[in-house]
């Protein structure tokens, strides 16, 4: 299996990485769709929020907690900012391998497009 957001949290592709540590890996969008756009992914591949567990909990509110600490650092959690995890074709994923969308620095719309 190549997935390209393993290949990031493993080094072998290069990626602007700003955070780490033993569960996930944070780096910015190559495409950001706002001023603030970064991606914080789990080491371990899962393909999309389908594949969930009970048991992965612990991990999702992981991913939360280093994205709040992330909208902090860029000075956007007191102005707001939006976590979104896109499932699947109509929702617009485009890389298998869950990742948590961190948006900021712009008003936010919506519904959303
Ligand atoms: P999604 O469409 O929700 O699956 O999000 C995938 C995101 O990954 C998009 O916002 C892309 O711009 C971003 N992306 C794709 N390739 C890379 C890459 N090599 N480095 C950083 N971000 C990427």
Redesign the pocket.
């Known amino acids: 299996m190549d997935c390209?957001f393993c290949r990031?949290a493993e080094k072998k592709?290069p990626?602007r990485i700003i955070y780490e540590d033993e569960a996930c890996v944070a780096?910015?969008?190559?495409?950001p769709?706002a001023p603030v756009h970064v991606?914080v992914v789990p080491r371990r591949h899962i393909a999309t929020t389908l594949e969930l567990k009970e048991e992965d909990g612990p991990l999702i509110g992981h991913l939360f907690r280093v994205a709040n600490r992330i909208a902090g650092d860029k000075q956007v959690a007191g102005r707001g900012f939006r976590l979104v995890m896109?499932t699947n074709a109509e929702a617009?994923?485009?890389?298998y391998h869950i990742?948590l969308?961190l948006l900021g620095g712009r008003r936010m719309h919506w519904p959303p497009g």
């Open positions: 390209l990031i592709t990626a780096f910015e969008d190559i495409a769709q991606l896109n617009g994923q485009s890389v990742h969308h």
